[in-house]
């Protein structure tokens, strides 16, 4: 399931080192390297999926899952009443730089919008 060219799989498999936040059987969650925000954290499926145009019928849960996560981990860190922003870019037009399906959870400060 994971490949061997990927970053994110890599850090799955724990071949490189990651600020390791949450994970269960399905999903991790681990800080961004280079945080665009006081939190900004990343939250994947351990299952290798490139794009959200790569989602099939089967990852419903699984995509789900990630959301659910996602606002967890929010009200764990206490950024749920301020608020936060949840993130996932698909390709070149997005900014897409890792392809390896992952939500971004930012918070911390005011977001604008539209988003660059
Ligand atoms: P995106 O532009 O949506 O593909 O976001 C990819 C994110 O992954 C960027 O915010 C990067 O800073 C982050 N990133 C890349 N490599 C690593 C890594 N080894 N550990 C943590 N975050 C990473």
Redesign the pocket.
């Known amino acids: 399931m994971s490949e061997s060219s990927c ?2 799989c890599q ?1 799955i498999d724990g071949a ?1 080192p ?2 390791i936040y949450y994970q269960d059987d399905d999903i991790l969650a ?7 925000a006081p939190t ?1 954290l ?1 939250i994947i499926p351990k299952k290798h999926i490139a794009t959200a145009n790569d989602f099939s019928d089967e990852d419903e849960r699984l995509i789900g899952k990630l959301m659910t996560t996602a606002s967890k981990l929010a009200r764990e860190l206490r950024v749920d009443r301020s608020g936060y922003r949840m ?3 698909c390709n070149r037009d ?6 390896h399906v ?1 939500l ?1 959870l930012l918070a911390g400060r005011a977001f604008s919008w539209p988003p660059g």
């Open positions: 970053i994110f850090i490189i990651a600020d681990f800080r961004d390297i280079h945080p665009v900004h990343l993130v996932m870019n997005a900014g897409q730089t890792v392809f992952h971004h």
